[in-house]
Every structure is written in structure tokens, then in C-alpha cells.
């Protein structure tokens, strides 16, 4: 019934180094992660059909190559595995989401999210609200406010916990909601729906929760 578009600042899981390497990497091939927001995942609210033997084809999404390296790229693994998280969502969630005609093969679902991601916009939304990478703290009804005034929905926003001795949430992670027809919609749980707030734990983020309205929030910048 549902779609959770998953999009998350890949700056917060590359936390305090500037640059990651990995030792199968030279030093050429080191990089910093994107100081913007990128897709996390596609994910449907229920699960119950996935085909776990469709298996990832890197060849069915050659076209899409350019915009998957720039608005869905894989910051925890080497360039010599870097399809290894595209991998990971098309055989977890693509295949459960492809019991939907318009998501039915690989290209569909990477193209769709795509789409979805830059029909979103959420860097440009929060740069006309004002909300950009500081050291400075933000308070998380403001952020809230920006994004449901822009949308015309409430998305659910996510974030890490203080660390210890810190008094602010780091944001991290921000998931949009849609129907089955592809239209936005609230992020709030209806009678006999799943709580998207699930879906966001499926993919390992067990420390990412709802983000508290009164602590001041954090969005790091790489430059301090």
C-alpha cells in the first residue's frame, strides 16, 4: 500500500575523518562521502512477496549509471564493490516493490527512485529554507515546518542521539511516504497500516530514531 522514499546525509556514517579508505584502495581512490542527501532506498511497507532468487544485474541499469553514482552512491564499499549497496536494496526491497507493475524489473525500480529523489529535491528544499551543513544548531520544529510547508506533507525525520557529554541529535536520515499510485503523502500510520518507522529499521540503522522537537539538532558540515 505504502512507498517510503529513504534518502540520508552520508556525511554522519563517515563520522569524524575526512577522508575514507579502504585497503584494497590507493590513494587516488580515496574520497570524501557527499555533503548532500542521498537516496538510502525504495522500500514498500510489506514484504511478504520478495523473489530472493531475482538476483542484481548491473547490465539492466546501464543507463542509468550516471545518476546512480551521484544520487544514490555507495559509501561503504570500495570502488571495486561500489554496486554492492545497490545490490543490497534491488535483492531486499526492489524485489518485494516490484509486485507493483510500474516497479516490475531492476531499471524501473532504480529509474523510479530516481525520479522520485529529484522530483523530491530535498537539497534544494532545505537550501531555500535556509537549512545548509553549520556548526550552528537548529531546531527541529523549524526543520519540520520548512519541509511540511514546502510539501505539502509531513516526512518522517530521523537522527542520531547525542553522543555522550553532547546535548544535541545529529539529523541523518529523512523518509517521504508515498501511495501506491506514486503520490506523496503524510508519513503517519493509519489503522492496519505498518509503521514506516520499521521499514527505516530494516536496513541496519538501528541507531537512527525520531528525531526529539526539543533538542537542538545537529547538520554537520565537512568544514568546521
Known amino acids: 500500500k505504502l512507498l517510503f522514499l529513504t534518502q540520508y546525509y552520508p556525511w554522519i556514517h563517515v563520522t569524524n575523518i575526512l577522508c575514507f579508505c579502504f585497503p584494497q584502495m590507493s590513494a587516488n581512490d580515496c574520497q570524501d562521502p ?23 544485474n548491473v547490465t539492466e541499469i546501464k543507463d542509468l549509471l550516471s545518476d546512480m553514482r551521484h544520487d544514490w552512491p555507495d559509501v561503504l564499499h570500495s570502488s571495486l564493490n561500489r554496486t554492492q549497496f545497490w545490490k543490497h536494496e534491488w535483492e531486499k526491497h526492489g524485489t518485494c516493490a516490484a509486485t507493483l507493475q510500474v516497479l516490475n524489473s531492476q531499471k524501473k525500480y532504480f529509474g523510479k527512485a530516481l525520479e522520485l529523489y529529484q ?7 532545505l537550501l531555500k529554507a535556509g537549512i545548509k551543513p553549520s556548526s550552528s544548531y537548529y531546531q527541529m520544529p523549524a526543520i519540520k515546518e520548512a519541509l511540511t510547508t514546502f510539501y505539502g506533507v509531513t516526512p518522517k525525520i530521523q537522527c542520531l542521539p547525542p553522543e555522550e557529554g553532547e546535548k544535541a541529535q545529529t539529523i541523518g536520515q529523512i523518509e517521504f511516504c508515498f501511495t501506491k499510485e506514486l503520490q506523496l503523502r503524510n508519513c503517519t500510520t493509519l489503522k492496519g497500516e505498518s509503521d514506516p518507522m520499521q521499514a527505516a529499521l530494516k536496513l541496519g540503522t538501528e541507531e537512527l530514531s525520531v528525531c526529539s522537537d526539543t533538542l537542538p539538532t545537529y547538520y554537520p558540515s565537512q568544514v568546521q
Do not use: V
Open 34 to 56: 557527499p555533503e548532500y542527501w542521498t537516496i538510502h532506498g525504495l522500500w514498500p511497507d510489506k514484504g511478504e512477496e520478495c523473489n530472493r532468487t531475482w538476483h542484481f
Open 119 to 125: 522530483r523530491i529535491d530535498l537539497n534544494s528544499c
